[in-house]
Nanobody, 122 residues
Framework: EVQLVESGGGLVQPGGPLRLSCAASEYTHSYICMAWFRQAPGKEREAVAAFYVGTSSSRYDSSVKGRFTISQDTAKNTLYLQMNSLKPEDTAMYYC???????????????WGQGTQVTVSS
């Protein structure tokens, strides 16, 4: 069972950047996809960005497209989420995820990290 450990969260001002990292305990090429989800207080967990291992392609939620970039360093077994032009509505707990099925919805995820808090505020 893979262990996923997120880091890089924190407090950032609106318009600022932040980069999240997710270190996996094992080789991640056996999974169909790796992804970032987020959950704000009182809201459901939602998919933010997904990286499809076999095609090295990515997909983004419309709310972050053009501002966030997902990438993977296979040599380090690490997934990244570069977040630019952050907005207060991006404030949430961000979770790293891995799946053998798909990365669009919560029920398809096989493994979760513990989460890292991102707060966008002046």
């Amino acid at each position: 069972e893979v262990q996923l450990v997120e880091s890089g969260g924190g407090l950032v001002q609106p318009g600022g950047p932040l980069r999240l990292s997710c270190a996996a305990s094992e080789y991640t090429h056996s999974y169909i996809c790796m992804a970032w989800f987020r959950q704000a207080p009182g809201k459901e967990r939602e998919a933010v960005a997904a990286f499809y291992v076999g095609t090295s392609s990515s997909r983004y939620d419309s709310s972050v497209k053009g501002r966030f970039t997902i990438s993977q360093d296979t040599a380090k077994n690490t997934l990244y989420l570069q977040m630019n032009s952050l907005k207060p509505e991006d404030t949430a707990m961000y979770y790293c995820a891995a799946s053998n099925i798909g990365c669009s919805v919560v029920p398809s995820i096989n493994y979760w990290g513990q989460g890292t808090q991102v707060t966008v505020s002046s």
